[in-house]
Each structure stands twice: as C-alpha cells, then as structure tokens.
C-alpha cells in the first residue's frame, strides 16, 4: 500500500475502503476552522488587555477572519472542482497554519487582523473542500448519514473552541489559542495525504472568473457592511459597501443568468428545497451565532465564570448536538427533511424564548435547558438541509454546493451577531443609563461603562480602586477630621463602586432577555417561511425511504 493516496475517487471500481477514516480527517479540518472563531470570544480579554485593543481593534480581530472566508469560498470553490479538491483542503491548511503562526507571533491589533485575514483565506478553501470531498468520496446511500458527521463536528467545535481556549488561557497567554491550530493542521495534511484520495470534476468547462470576481465583491462589501454599520454607524464606509453589495449582486446575478457555464446557476434559487434550505441554515446560524455571542459574555461577566469554566459550562450544547444528529439520522428517512428541520427550527425558537427569562437573579442553571435545546436542534436542522443543498449539485460541481451552504452559513452567523449584537449594545446602554440615573459618578464613567458590558465592569472596578485608596489615605491622616473626611470619601465611593457594578449586571442580564426575544422572533417567523419552502415529500420518495428502512432492519 501506497503511503500517499494517488488514485482519483472518480476512477475507483467501487466505494473507496477507507472512507471513514477520510470522513475523521475532514471533519478534523472542518472542526480547526470553526474554533477559529468561537475560540476567540473567550480569548478576546486576554487579548484586549495585552494589545491595549480598543473596542473597534477587537471586532475586527474576530471578524477580519469572517470577511474573507465569505467572500471567496464561492470561487474557491470552483477552482477546487476543476483543478483538485484535496489539493484545495491541504492549500488552505497550510495558509490556516501560516496564518495562526503569524497571528502568534504580532504585538499589535493591525498584525492580528492581518493574520487573522489570511487564517480566514485558507479557511475558505477548506470549507467547500471539506463537503465535497465527502460527497466525492462516499456512495449517496451513505452521503446522509456522513453529512450528519460532518454537521455535528460543527456543532461540537462552536462548543469546544471555548473550552480549548479557556484550558491554554489557564497557563498560557493568548497567542497559544493561534499556535494550537498548527499541529492540529500537520496532522489534517498528513491525514488527506495518506486517507483522502485526489477528487476533480470529471468535465468542467472553463471558470467563470468574471461571475467569480462579482461574487467575492458583493459577498465581501455585504459581510463588511453588516459588521460595519451596526457597530460603528452607518457612515460612508458602511453606506458604500452596501452600495457596492447591491450593484454587484445586480451585475452578478445578471451574468450568471446569461453565461452559459456559470459559477453558480442562480436559477436553483427559484426550487422550494434549494431555497428553504439555505434560507434554514442562514436562519438557524444567525440564531446560533447571536446567542453564542451575548451567552459567553453573560458566563464570563456577570456570572464571574473564567475561561476554563465558561468552556466547560458550554459542554451541554455539544453533547446535544450528538443527540439531535443521531436522531436526525433515525427520522429524516422516516418522516423527511421538512419535519426534522422545522422541528430543529421550533426547538432553537424555543431556546431563546426560554433565555427572555434571563434576569440579574439568574444562575449557571438558567442557560442549561436552553444550551440543550439549541443543540438539539443543531442537530435536528442542519445535516438534512446540507444534504438537500449538495444533491442540488452535478459531480461536476460539488465544491460550488459545499461554498454555497458554507456562505449561507457564514451569512447567517454574521447576521446574527451584527443584528443581535446590535440589539444586545443598544439594549444594555439605555437599561445601564436608567439604572445609574441619580447616581454620581466620575467623569466619563457611565459613557465608558456604556460601550460594553466588560467595559462597565471595568468601571466599577477602577471607582473600587479609588475607594481603597482613599481608605489607605483616611488610615495615614494627618487629624481626625482628615481622616473622617477621607473615610466618608472612600466609603461613597465604595458604595457607588457596588452600585455600578449592580446596575451593569442587571442591564445586561436584562439585554440578554429582550435580545432573546428579538432573536426568537426572527427564527420563528423563519421557521414559518422555511416550512412552507420546504416541499412535501412525494408518494414515490415515501415508498423508497421506507423500503431502505425495511433493507436496514433486515426485514
């Protein structure tokens, strides 16, 4: 046996033997990706305190990686079905690995987001890389049940990536949550050398690089602006790149429509499936993504959770997300895709219904059953609706479908921390305002404890400091009078230090819950339209499905 696989998937007699082993080196790579970013959150003051980040540094730290990886995946992707899919993959990983080197290696919020930058270029070729491989690689009997693996390693990296870094950030500094990508990327190179077998479209017509530029340019203005204008007005830059968005959009849908080999076909769109399903995984992620964001602020601020402990207390979510993809596995034979995705998406609805009960009162015990049911329905949603958008694709074209679910997902993903993101930064400074009116305080404070929920704590720290010091002051006076009134001093301070950080908790916690409302409203409408999308299965396709669950059994 050959060390390095040579032979092309396409030109094997039957299914390739070690396609299981080649599925684990792919959701491997998959799994680095995604806790690229969720890692981050937890990182993120580790961070902030080392490079002196402003708030503005900082969301360009976590979304420098997400602009790229969106705009390119869709030409990428094509490249990668003409020329080599494995050779895509083991590209981006060694530009992944390049990148989280680099990221280690900078003092300086530019060289992060730099790095990060090229981290999210070699991500948007492993993405697509990843989904078509598999569906390359595996018969479609068992493309389902792989496409349920591979989702629920998603799943489970959007929980891990904060327990890794939490377990590096209890004896490292920030930069090891950059190196720990670089042997985990060694080791998914030397995996799709040896397991993954080469993979290209049999007949592919020359690239439309023209539509391809188009896409890069209006998926990345509409990515930037939906992380520019909700964070930091709807300036010019935010205004042009919405600008930009819309007339590339207009140019690339009008190209694609009247180039005979496009990129993408936009006229899938127009098929209830195609549509409901990436519709679904846009809904379903802007969900995830918005309540991953405010949930590990809330752990780690108001609860007082380290970043060990936070991960930890994120475990409930990956391990529903192995239950819900079991069952997915089991009932989207039985009962078809539109009612396990529907059902995923009334579970998630229901997850952050439960979380507008968040108050300043509320425990650790509060976040549990809706973790579980998030998960549950990550589970439930995801792998059927995958399945759906890469059986809209010839084998011509399966890295365009992996870069068309993987872009609906980032998509959502950004939508949900922009909008809810939004919601939450909005909801929490006029309920802080409220909260403190009457009460004293220095300077600049409440406009600084304003700008975010660690910043306001950060606040009521700094007036606590000042109390001690005074208190130290009142200790060495000169008289007795001195000395009282320095007391005094030191004891309103105090008493405003405990005010503050009271009135940030609960603004916060009471963000938390309107911004849970909003983001039930959003997925539940969506679960409305998605359910509608979503055709019925015929006669025809019950018949099939139940005589392979008679094949299965035995019977």
């Known amino acids: 046996m050959r060390l390095v696989m040579k032979e092309p998937v396409e030109k094997m007699d039957g299914p390739y033997a070690r396609r299981w082993w080649a599925l684990g080196v792919l959701c491997l790579s998959l799994l680095i990706i995604v806790m690229a ?28 990686y997400t602009v790229p ?9 094509a490249i990668g079905d003409k020329y080599s899919r ?59 049940k792989a496409i349920v693996m591979w989702t629920a390693t998603a799943g489970i990296a959007i929980a891990a990536g904060p327990l890794v870094a939490g377990l590096l950030l209890e004896h490292h500094g920030w930069a090891s949550t950059f190196l720990i990508n670089v042997p985990i990327a060694a080791l998914a190179i030397i995996g799709a050398l040896v397991l993954v077998p080469p993979s290209k479209a049999d007949h592919h017509d020359r690239i439309d690089y023209v539509g391809g530029v188009l896409s890069v340019i209006w998926i990345g203005a509409l990515v930037y602006m939906i992380i520019e204008g909700p964070h ?19 140019l690339f849908i009008v190209r694609e429509l009247r180039h005979p080999k496009p990129v993408l076909d936009v006229r899938r769109f127009a098929h209830r499936g195609f549509a409901g399903s990436n519709l679904a995984v846009a809904l379903f992620f802007l969900a995830v993504f918005g309540a991953f964001y405010f949930l590990t602020q809330h752990l780690q601020f108001v609860l007082g959770y380290g970043a060990l402990d936070t991960g930890i207390r994120m475990l409930p979510l990956a391990g529903a997300v192995f239950v819900g993809s079991a069952l997915t596995g089991y009932l989207t034979p039985r009962l078809g895709m539109r009612v396990t995705v529907t059902a995923g998406m009334v579970g998630g609805t229901a997850a952050l219904a439960l979380l507008t009960q968040v108050d300043a009162a509320s425990s650790y015990g509060t976040f549990v059953l809706p973790l579980i049911l998030l998960g549950l329905s990550i589970g439930l949603a995801l792998s059927p609706c995958t399945d759906a958008i890469m059986g809209s694709f010839p084998e011509a074209e399966l890295g365009v479908g992996g870069a068309v679910n993987d872009t609906s997902l980032e998509l959502g993903g950004s939508l949900g921390i922009a909008i809810l993101g939004s919601v939450l930064a909005g909801t929490y400074s006029s309920h802080l305002a409220d909260a403190t009116a009457g009460t004293k305080l220095p300077g600049d404070a409440l406009a600084t404890a304003q700008d975010s929920v660690g910043a306001g704590y950060g606040v009521a720290q700094g007036i606590g400091e000042q109390a001690r010091a005074l208190a130290g002051k009142a200790a060495q006076a000169a008289t007795p009078e001195q000395a009282a009134q320095l007391k005094a001093q030191a004891d309103q301070l105090a008493h405003g230090a405990g005010q503050m950080a009271d009135a940030v908790g609960s603004a916060f916690s009471d963000a938390v819950a309107h911004t849970s409302l909003v983001g039930a409203v959003i997925l539940g409408v969506g679960t409305l339209l998605v359910a509608v999308l979503l055709p019925r299965r015929a006669k025809a396709e019950r018949v099939e499905a139940a005589e392979s669950v008679r094949e299965r059994a035995g019977v």
């Open 37 to 64: 970013n969720t890692a981050l959150t937890v990182a993120a003051p580790d961070m902030t305190t080392s490079l002196h980040l402003s708030s503005a540094d900082l969301q360009w730290v976590i979304d420098g």
């Open 69 to 77: 990886y969106a705009a390119l995946m869709l030409l990428l992707g």
């Open 86 to 144: 494995r050779g895509a993959l083991i590209l981006g990983l060694v530009v992944f690995g390049g990148g989280a080197v680099a990221g280690s290696l900078v003092d300086s919020s530019t060289g992060v987001i730099a790095a990060r930058a090229v981290m999210g270029v070699g991500a948007a070729m492993i993405m697509p890389a990843t989904l078509s491989l598999l569906a390359a690689t595996f018969p479609k009997r068992e493309r389902a």
């Open 232 to 250: 930091f007005g709807w300036g010019v830059n935010a205004i042009t790149a919405a600008i930009v968005a819309a007339v590339g959009l207009v």
